[in-house]
């Protein structure tokens, strides 16, 4: 069974930037051997996908609404993927959280990001 553990969220002015990790473990989970994405859950609101990164990093992929803003990479090395955030906007506004791709029934608690002057 794999957890994971979010970190680096914050409160930031628009225009800003924030570093977010992800840090996976499991006694059966082989990091290495997954995508890893990124979601994310604004108040009221349904989760969203927000990127995603192939097992070694060499892809990845955005949502629209960061694409160009946000970097996701991984380190193997270290279990952990990570989201550098910029130019964020107040309705960048959401609780983050990683997952394995295609998403799997395990959840961190997530790490808040707050948006506002």
């Known amino acids: 069974q794999v957890q994971f553990v979010e970190s680096g969220g914050g409160l930031v002015q628009p225009g800003g930037s924030l570093r977010l990790s992800c840090a996976a473990s499991?006694?059966?989970?082989?990091?290495?051997?997954?995508?890893m994405s990124w979601y994310r859950q604004a108040p009221e609101k349904e989760r969203e996908w927000v990127a995603t990164?192939?097992?070694?990093?060499?892809?990845?992929n955005y949502a629209d609404s960061v694409k160009g803003r946000f970097t996701i990479s991984r380190d193997n090395s270290k279990n952990t993927v990570y989201l550098q955030m910029s130019s964020l906007r107040p309705e960048d506004t959401a609780v983050y959280y990683c997952?394995?791709?295609?998403?799997?029934?395990?959840w961190g608690q997530g790490t808040q990001v707050t948006v506002s002057s």
């Open positions: 499991g006694v059966t989970f082989i990091f290495r051997g997954y995508a």
């Open positions: 990164i192939s097992e070694l990093g060499v892809g990845t």
């Open positions: 997952n394995i791709h295609p998403v799997g029934a395990n």
